[in-house]
């Protein structure tokens, strides 16, 4: 996706096809590898037909934040390979994505469960900052009632 302060190519780094952000979250051949073995796949399904704007407003219809949590963690998580993979020049495997977003996720839970008792640990490395409001890469305020918070 071609930015402002970015005039370069607009190929997707993964097939070739013109990048747009339904192109990288849901239409992508590698994103579909990503989310099929996923058990999160239902969340990826509900954006079918949807713009990617449309498709986020709708998790928040869900009752299943834990799902919605793991699913916002590997959508950051997909768009930091894309830009490791376009830089870097880095590879990862579909199934990576999902695997290290559960586990980043899992760290940064137990984290915020024991940082009131243990206030000198460090958060996660390299983690998207999580609050209570959260700006998704396709500028649209969401909302995230208490995803992120235990």
Known sequence: MVDRTHKGCDECPFCGQRETQIHLFQECGWVRRVWSPSSLNHLFERGTNLTCEEWLISLQELEEDEAIRQF???????????????????KMEEYEIINRAERWLAEYLEYQTSSAMTPTRTPPSRAPQISANYKINCNIPFRLKSYFVR
């Open 72 to 90: 916002l963690v590997a959508l950051w998580f997909i768009w930091n390979k894309r830009n490791n993979q376009m830089w870097n020049k880095k």
